[in-house]
């Protein structure tokens, strides 16, 4: 089989891969309906392995989709990609609507580099134009790795269920040693405030947590607090 078809029998498995993460996790299955999965699965691995190619360390800015750009927090990530731009980071997202766009687009207009990492849902996440690499995912899993294995910080803004998922799966990660310490900071201190007492008051005392843990946490109020705590861990030659 020639290269040209080997890429072409790639392409058409990809191009199967969309619905299959809700048919794997339907429960068990047959054998070689796993086996597929794991084919499909791979090749998702392969295609970021291959798109995600790009200069300088990496800062991962995770938060919602339902911002516009009027609100505050849009704001707050347009500032922060493009403070992290002009630092001579790049600025990865997942790829969509919201604070995701907010980042990307002040990296972009800074002139940095702006990567989207995208997942197919039926609402809510639609790719946002401010990226120079994009690539778009079916299962949340293997987006999450690519998001996490490039990075190295990470910026959580104001979300929802997805955005505190991905806060504790990287502190899990740091947590458990399967990943380096690097920074991860909750901007916008008033929003995850309560959280940082929940840590405090309720899971510290209880031994479910200890300090070092609570500790990889840092809240900033600012950008520039961001860009501090940052740039202390990650020091980057300005672009």
């Known amino acids: 089989m020639t290269s040209q078809q080997n890429k072409n029998e ?19 299955r047959s054998r ?3 086996l597929e999965s794991a084919v499909r699965i791979f090749l ?6 291959e798109t995600l190619v790009f200069p300088g360390p990496c800062v991962t800015v995770f938060g919602s989709a339902r ?4 609100h505050r927090y849009y704001k707050l990530a347009h500032e922060l990609g493009s403070r992290l731009a002009r630092s001579g980071y790049t600025v990865m997202t997942g790829g969509g609507p919201g ?3 907010a980042a990307n687009r002040g990296a972009k207009e800074s002139g940095g580099h702006s990567i989207g990492c995208n997942i197919q849902l039926p609402r809510e996440q639609k790719p946002n134009p401010y990226v120079d690499r994009f690539i778009e995912f079916e299962h949340f899993f293997v987006r999450k790795v690519m998001l996490v294995k490039y990075s190295s910080a990470f910026v959580l803004m104001p979300g929802g269920f997805g955005t505190l998922d991905e806060l504790f799966e990287v502190t899990t ?7 380096e310490a690097f920074p991860i900071i909750c901007l916008g201190r ?5 959280l940082q007492a929940f840590m405090q008051d309720t899971l510290l005392p209880e031994g479910t947590v200890d300090m070092t843990d609570v500790e990889l946490i840092k809240n900033a109020e600012s950008v520039d607090d961001a860009m501090q705590h940052i740039e202390k861990c990650l020091p980057c030659t300005s672009a």
């Open 190 to 194: 008033d929003y995850w405030n309560r």
């Open 173 to 179: 990660l740091m947590q458990t040693r399967k990943l």
């Open 99 to 101: 604070i995701m766009e």
């Open 10 to 28: 790639a392409e058409s498995l990809l191009a199967k891969v969309s619905g299959t993460e809700k048919m794997f996790l339907t429960g068990r």
């Open 44 to 49: 998702e691995f392969l295609r970021g392995f």
């Open 67 to 70: 911002f516009n750009e009027d």
């Open 32 to 34: 070689e309906e796993d």
